[in-house]
């Protein structure tokens, strides 16, 4: 498992790509929150491609790298859900979200986007 520290363009571009999905997922009704794998790929000019969406990622942990990297990011991942569940059941409006003091579980993820939906 690396951990890649993301150059600003990277970031920048999977905002807009968050902004894309966002803007998707709003026309649909729900009031859960779905998982999806998103398999992306750079090229030598940090144009970021998006390859495709799975809509039921694997996340079973295998041999080597893989298991390696499953392991390392499940535990982050998901407790970082039970925080934003938690921080859901607060009541607290969503732009307060202070990812430093409300996500304790995040570990070394990043949040590199925030919707200024409310």
Same mark, same amino acid.
């Given at each position: 498992? =690396?951990?890649?520290? @993301?150059? /600003?363009?990277?970031? %920048? ?6 902004? =894309? ?13 779905? @998982?999806?794998?998103? &398999?992306?790929?750079? #090229? &030598?000019?940090? $144009? *970021?491609?998006?390859?495709? =969406? $799975? ?5 079973? /942990?295998?041999? +080597?790298?893989?298991?390696?990297? =499953? ?6 991942? !998901? +407790? !970082?859900?039970?925080? *934003?569940?938690?921080? /859901? ?5 969503? @732009?307060?979200? &202070?990812?430093? %003091? #409300?996500?304790?579980?995040? +570990?070394?993820?990043? *949040?590199?986007?925030?919707? #200024? /939906?409310?």
């Amino acid at each position: 498992f =690396v951990k890649v520290a @993301l150059p /600003a363009q990277m970031k %920048k571009k999977l905002r807009l790509l968050m902004e =894309v999905i966002e803007a998707e997922s709003a026309k649909i009704s729900s009031v859960g929150y779905e @998982l999806l794998g998103c &398999d992306m790929i750079l #090229d &030598d000019e940090l $144009n *970021l491609w998006l390859i495709e =969406v $799975n809509s039921s990622p694997q996340l079973e /942990a295998t041999l +080597g790298a893989r298991k390696t990297a =499953v392991d390392a990011i499940v535990p982050l991942v !998901t +407790g !970082t859900q039970m925080d *934003l569940l938690r921080f /859901a059941a607060s009541g607290r409006q969503r @732009l307060s979200l &202070d990812p430093e %003091k #409300d996500l304790p579980s995040k +570990g070394n993820l990043e *949040l590199i986007y925030r919707s #200024d /939906a409310r």
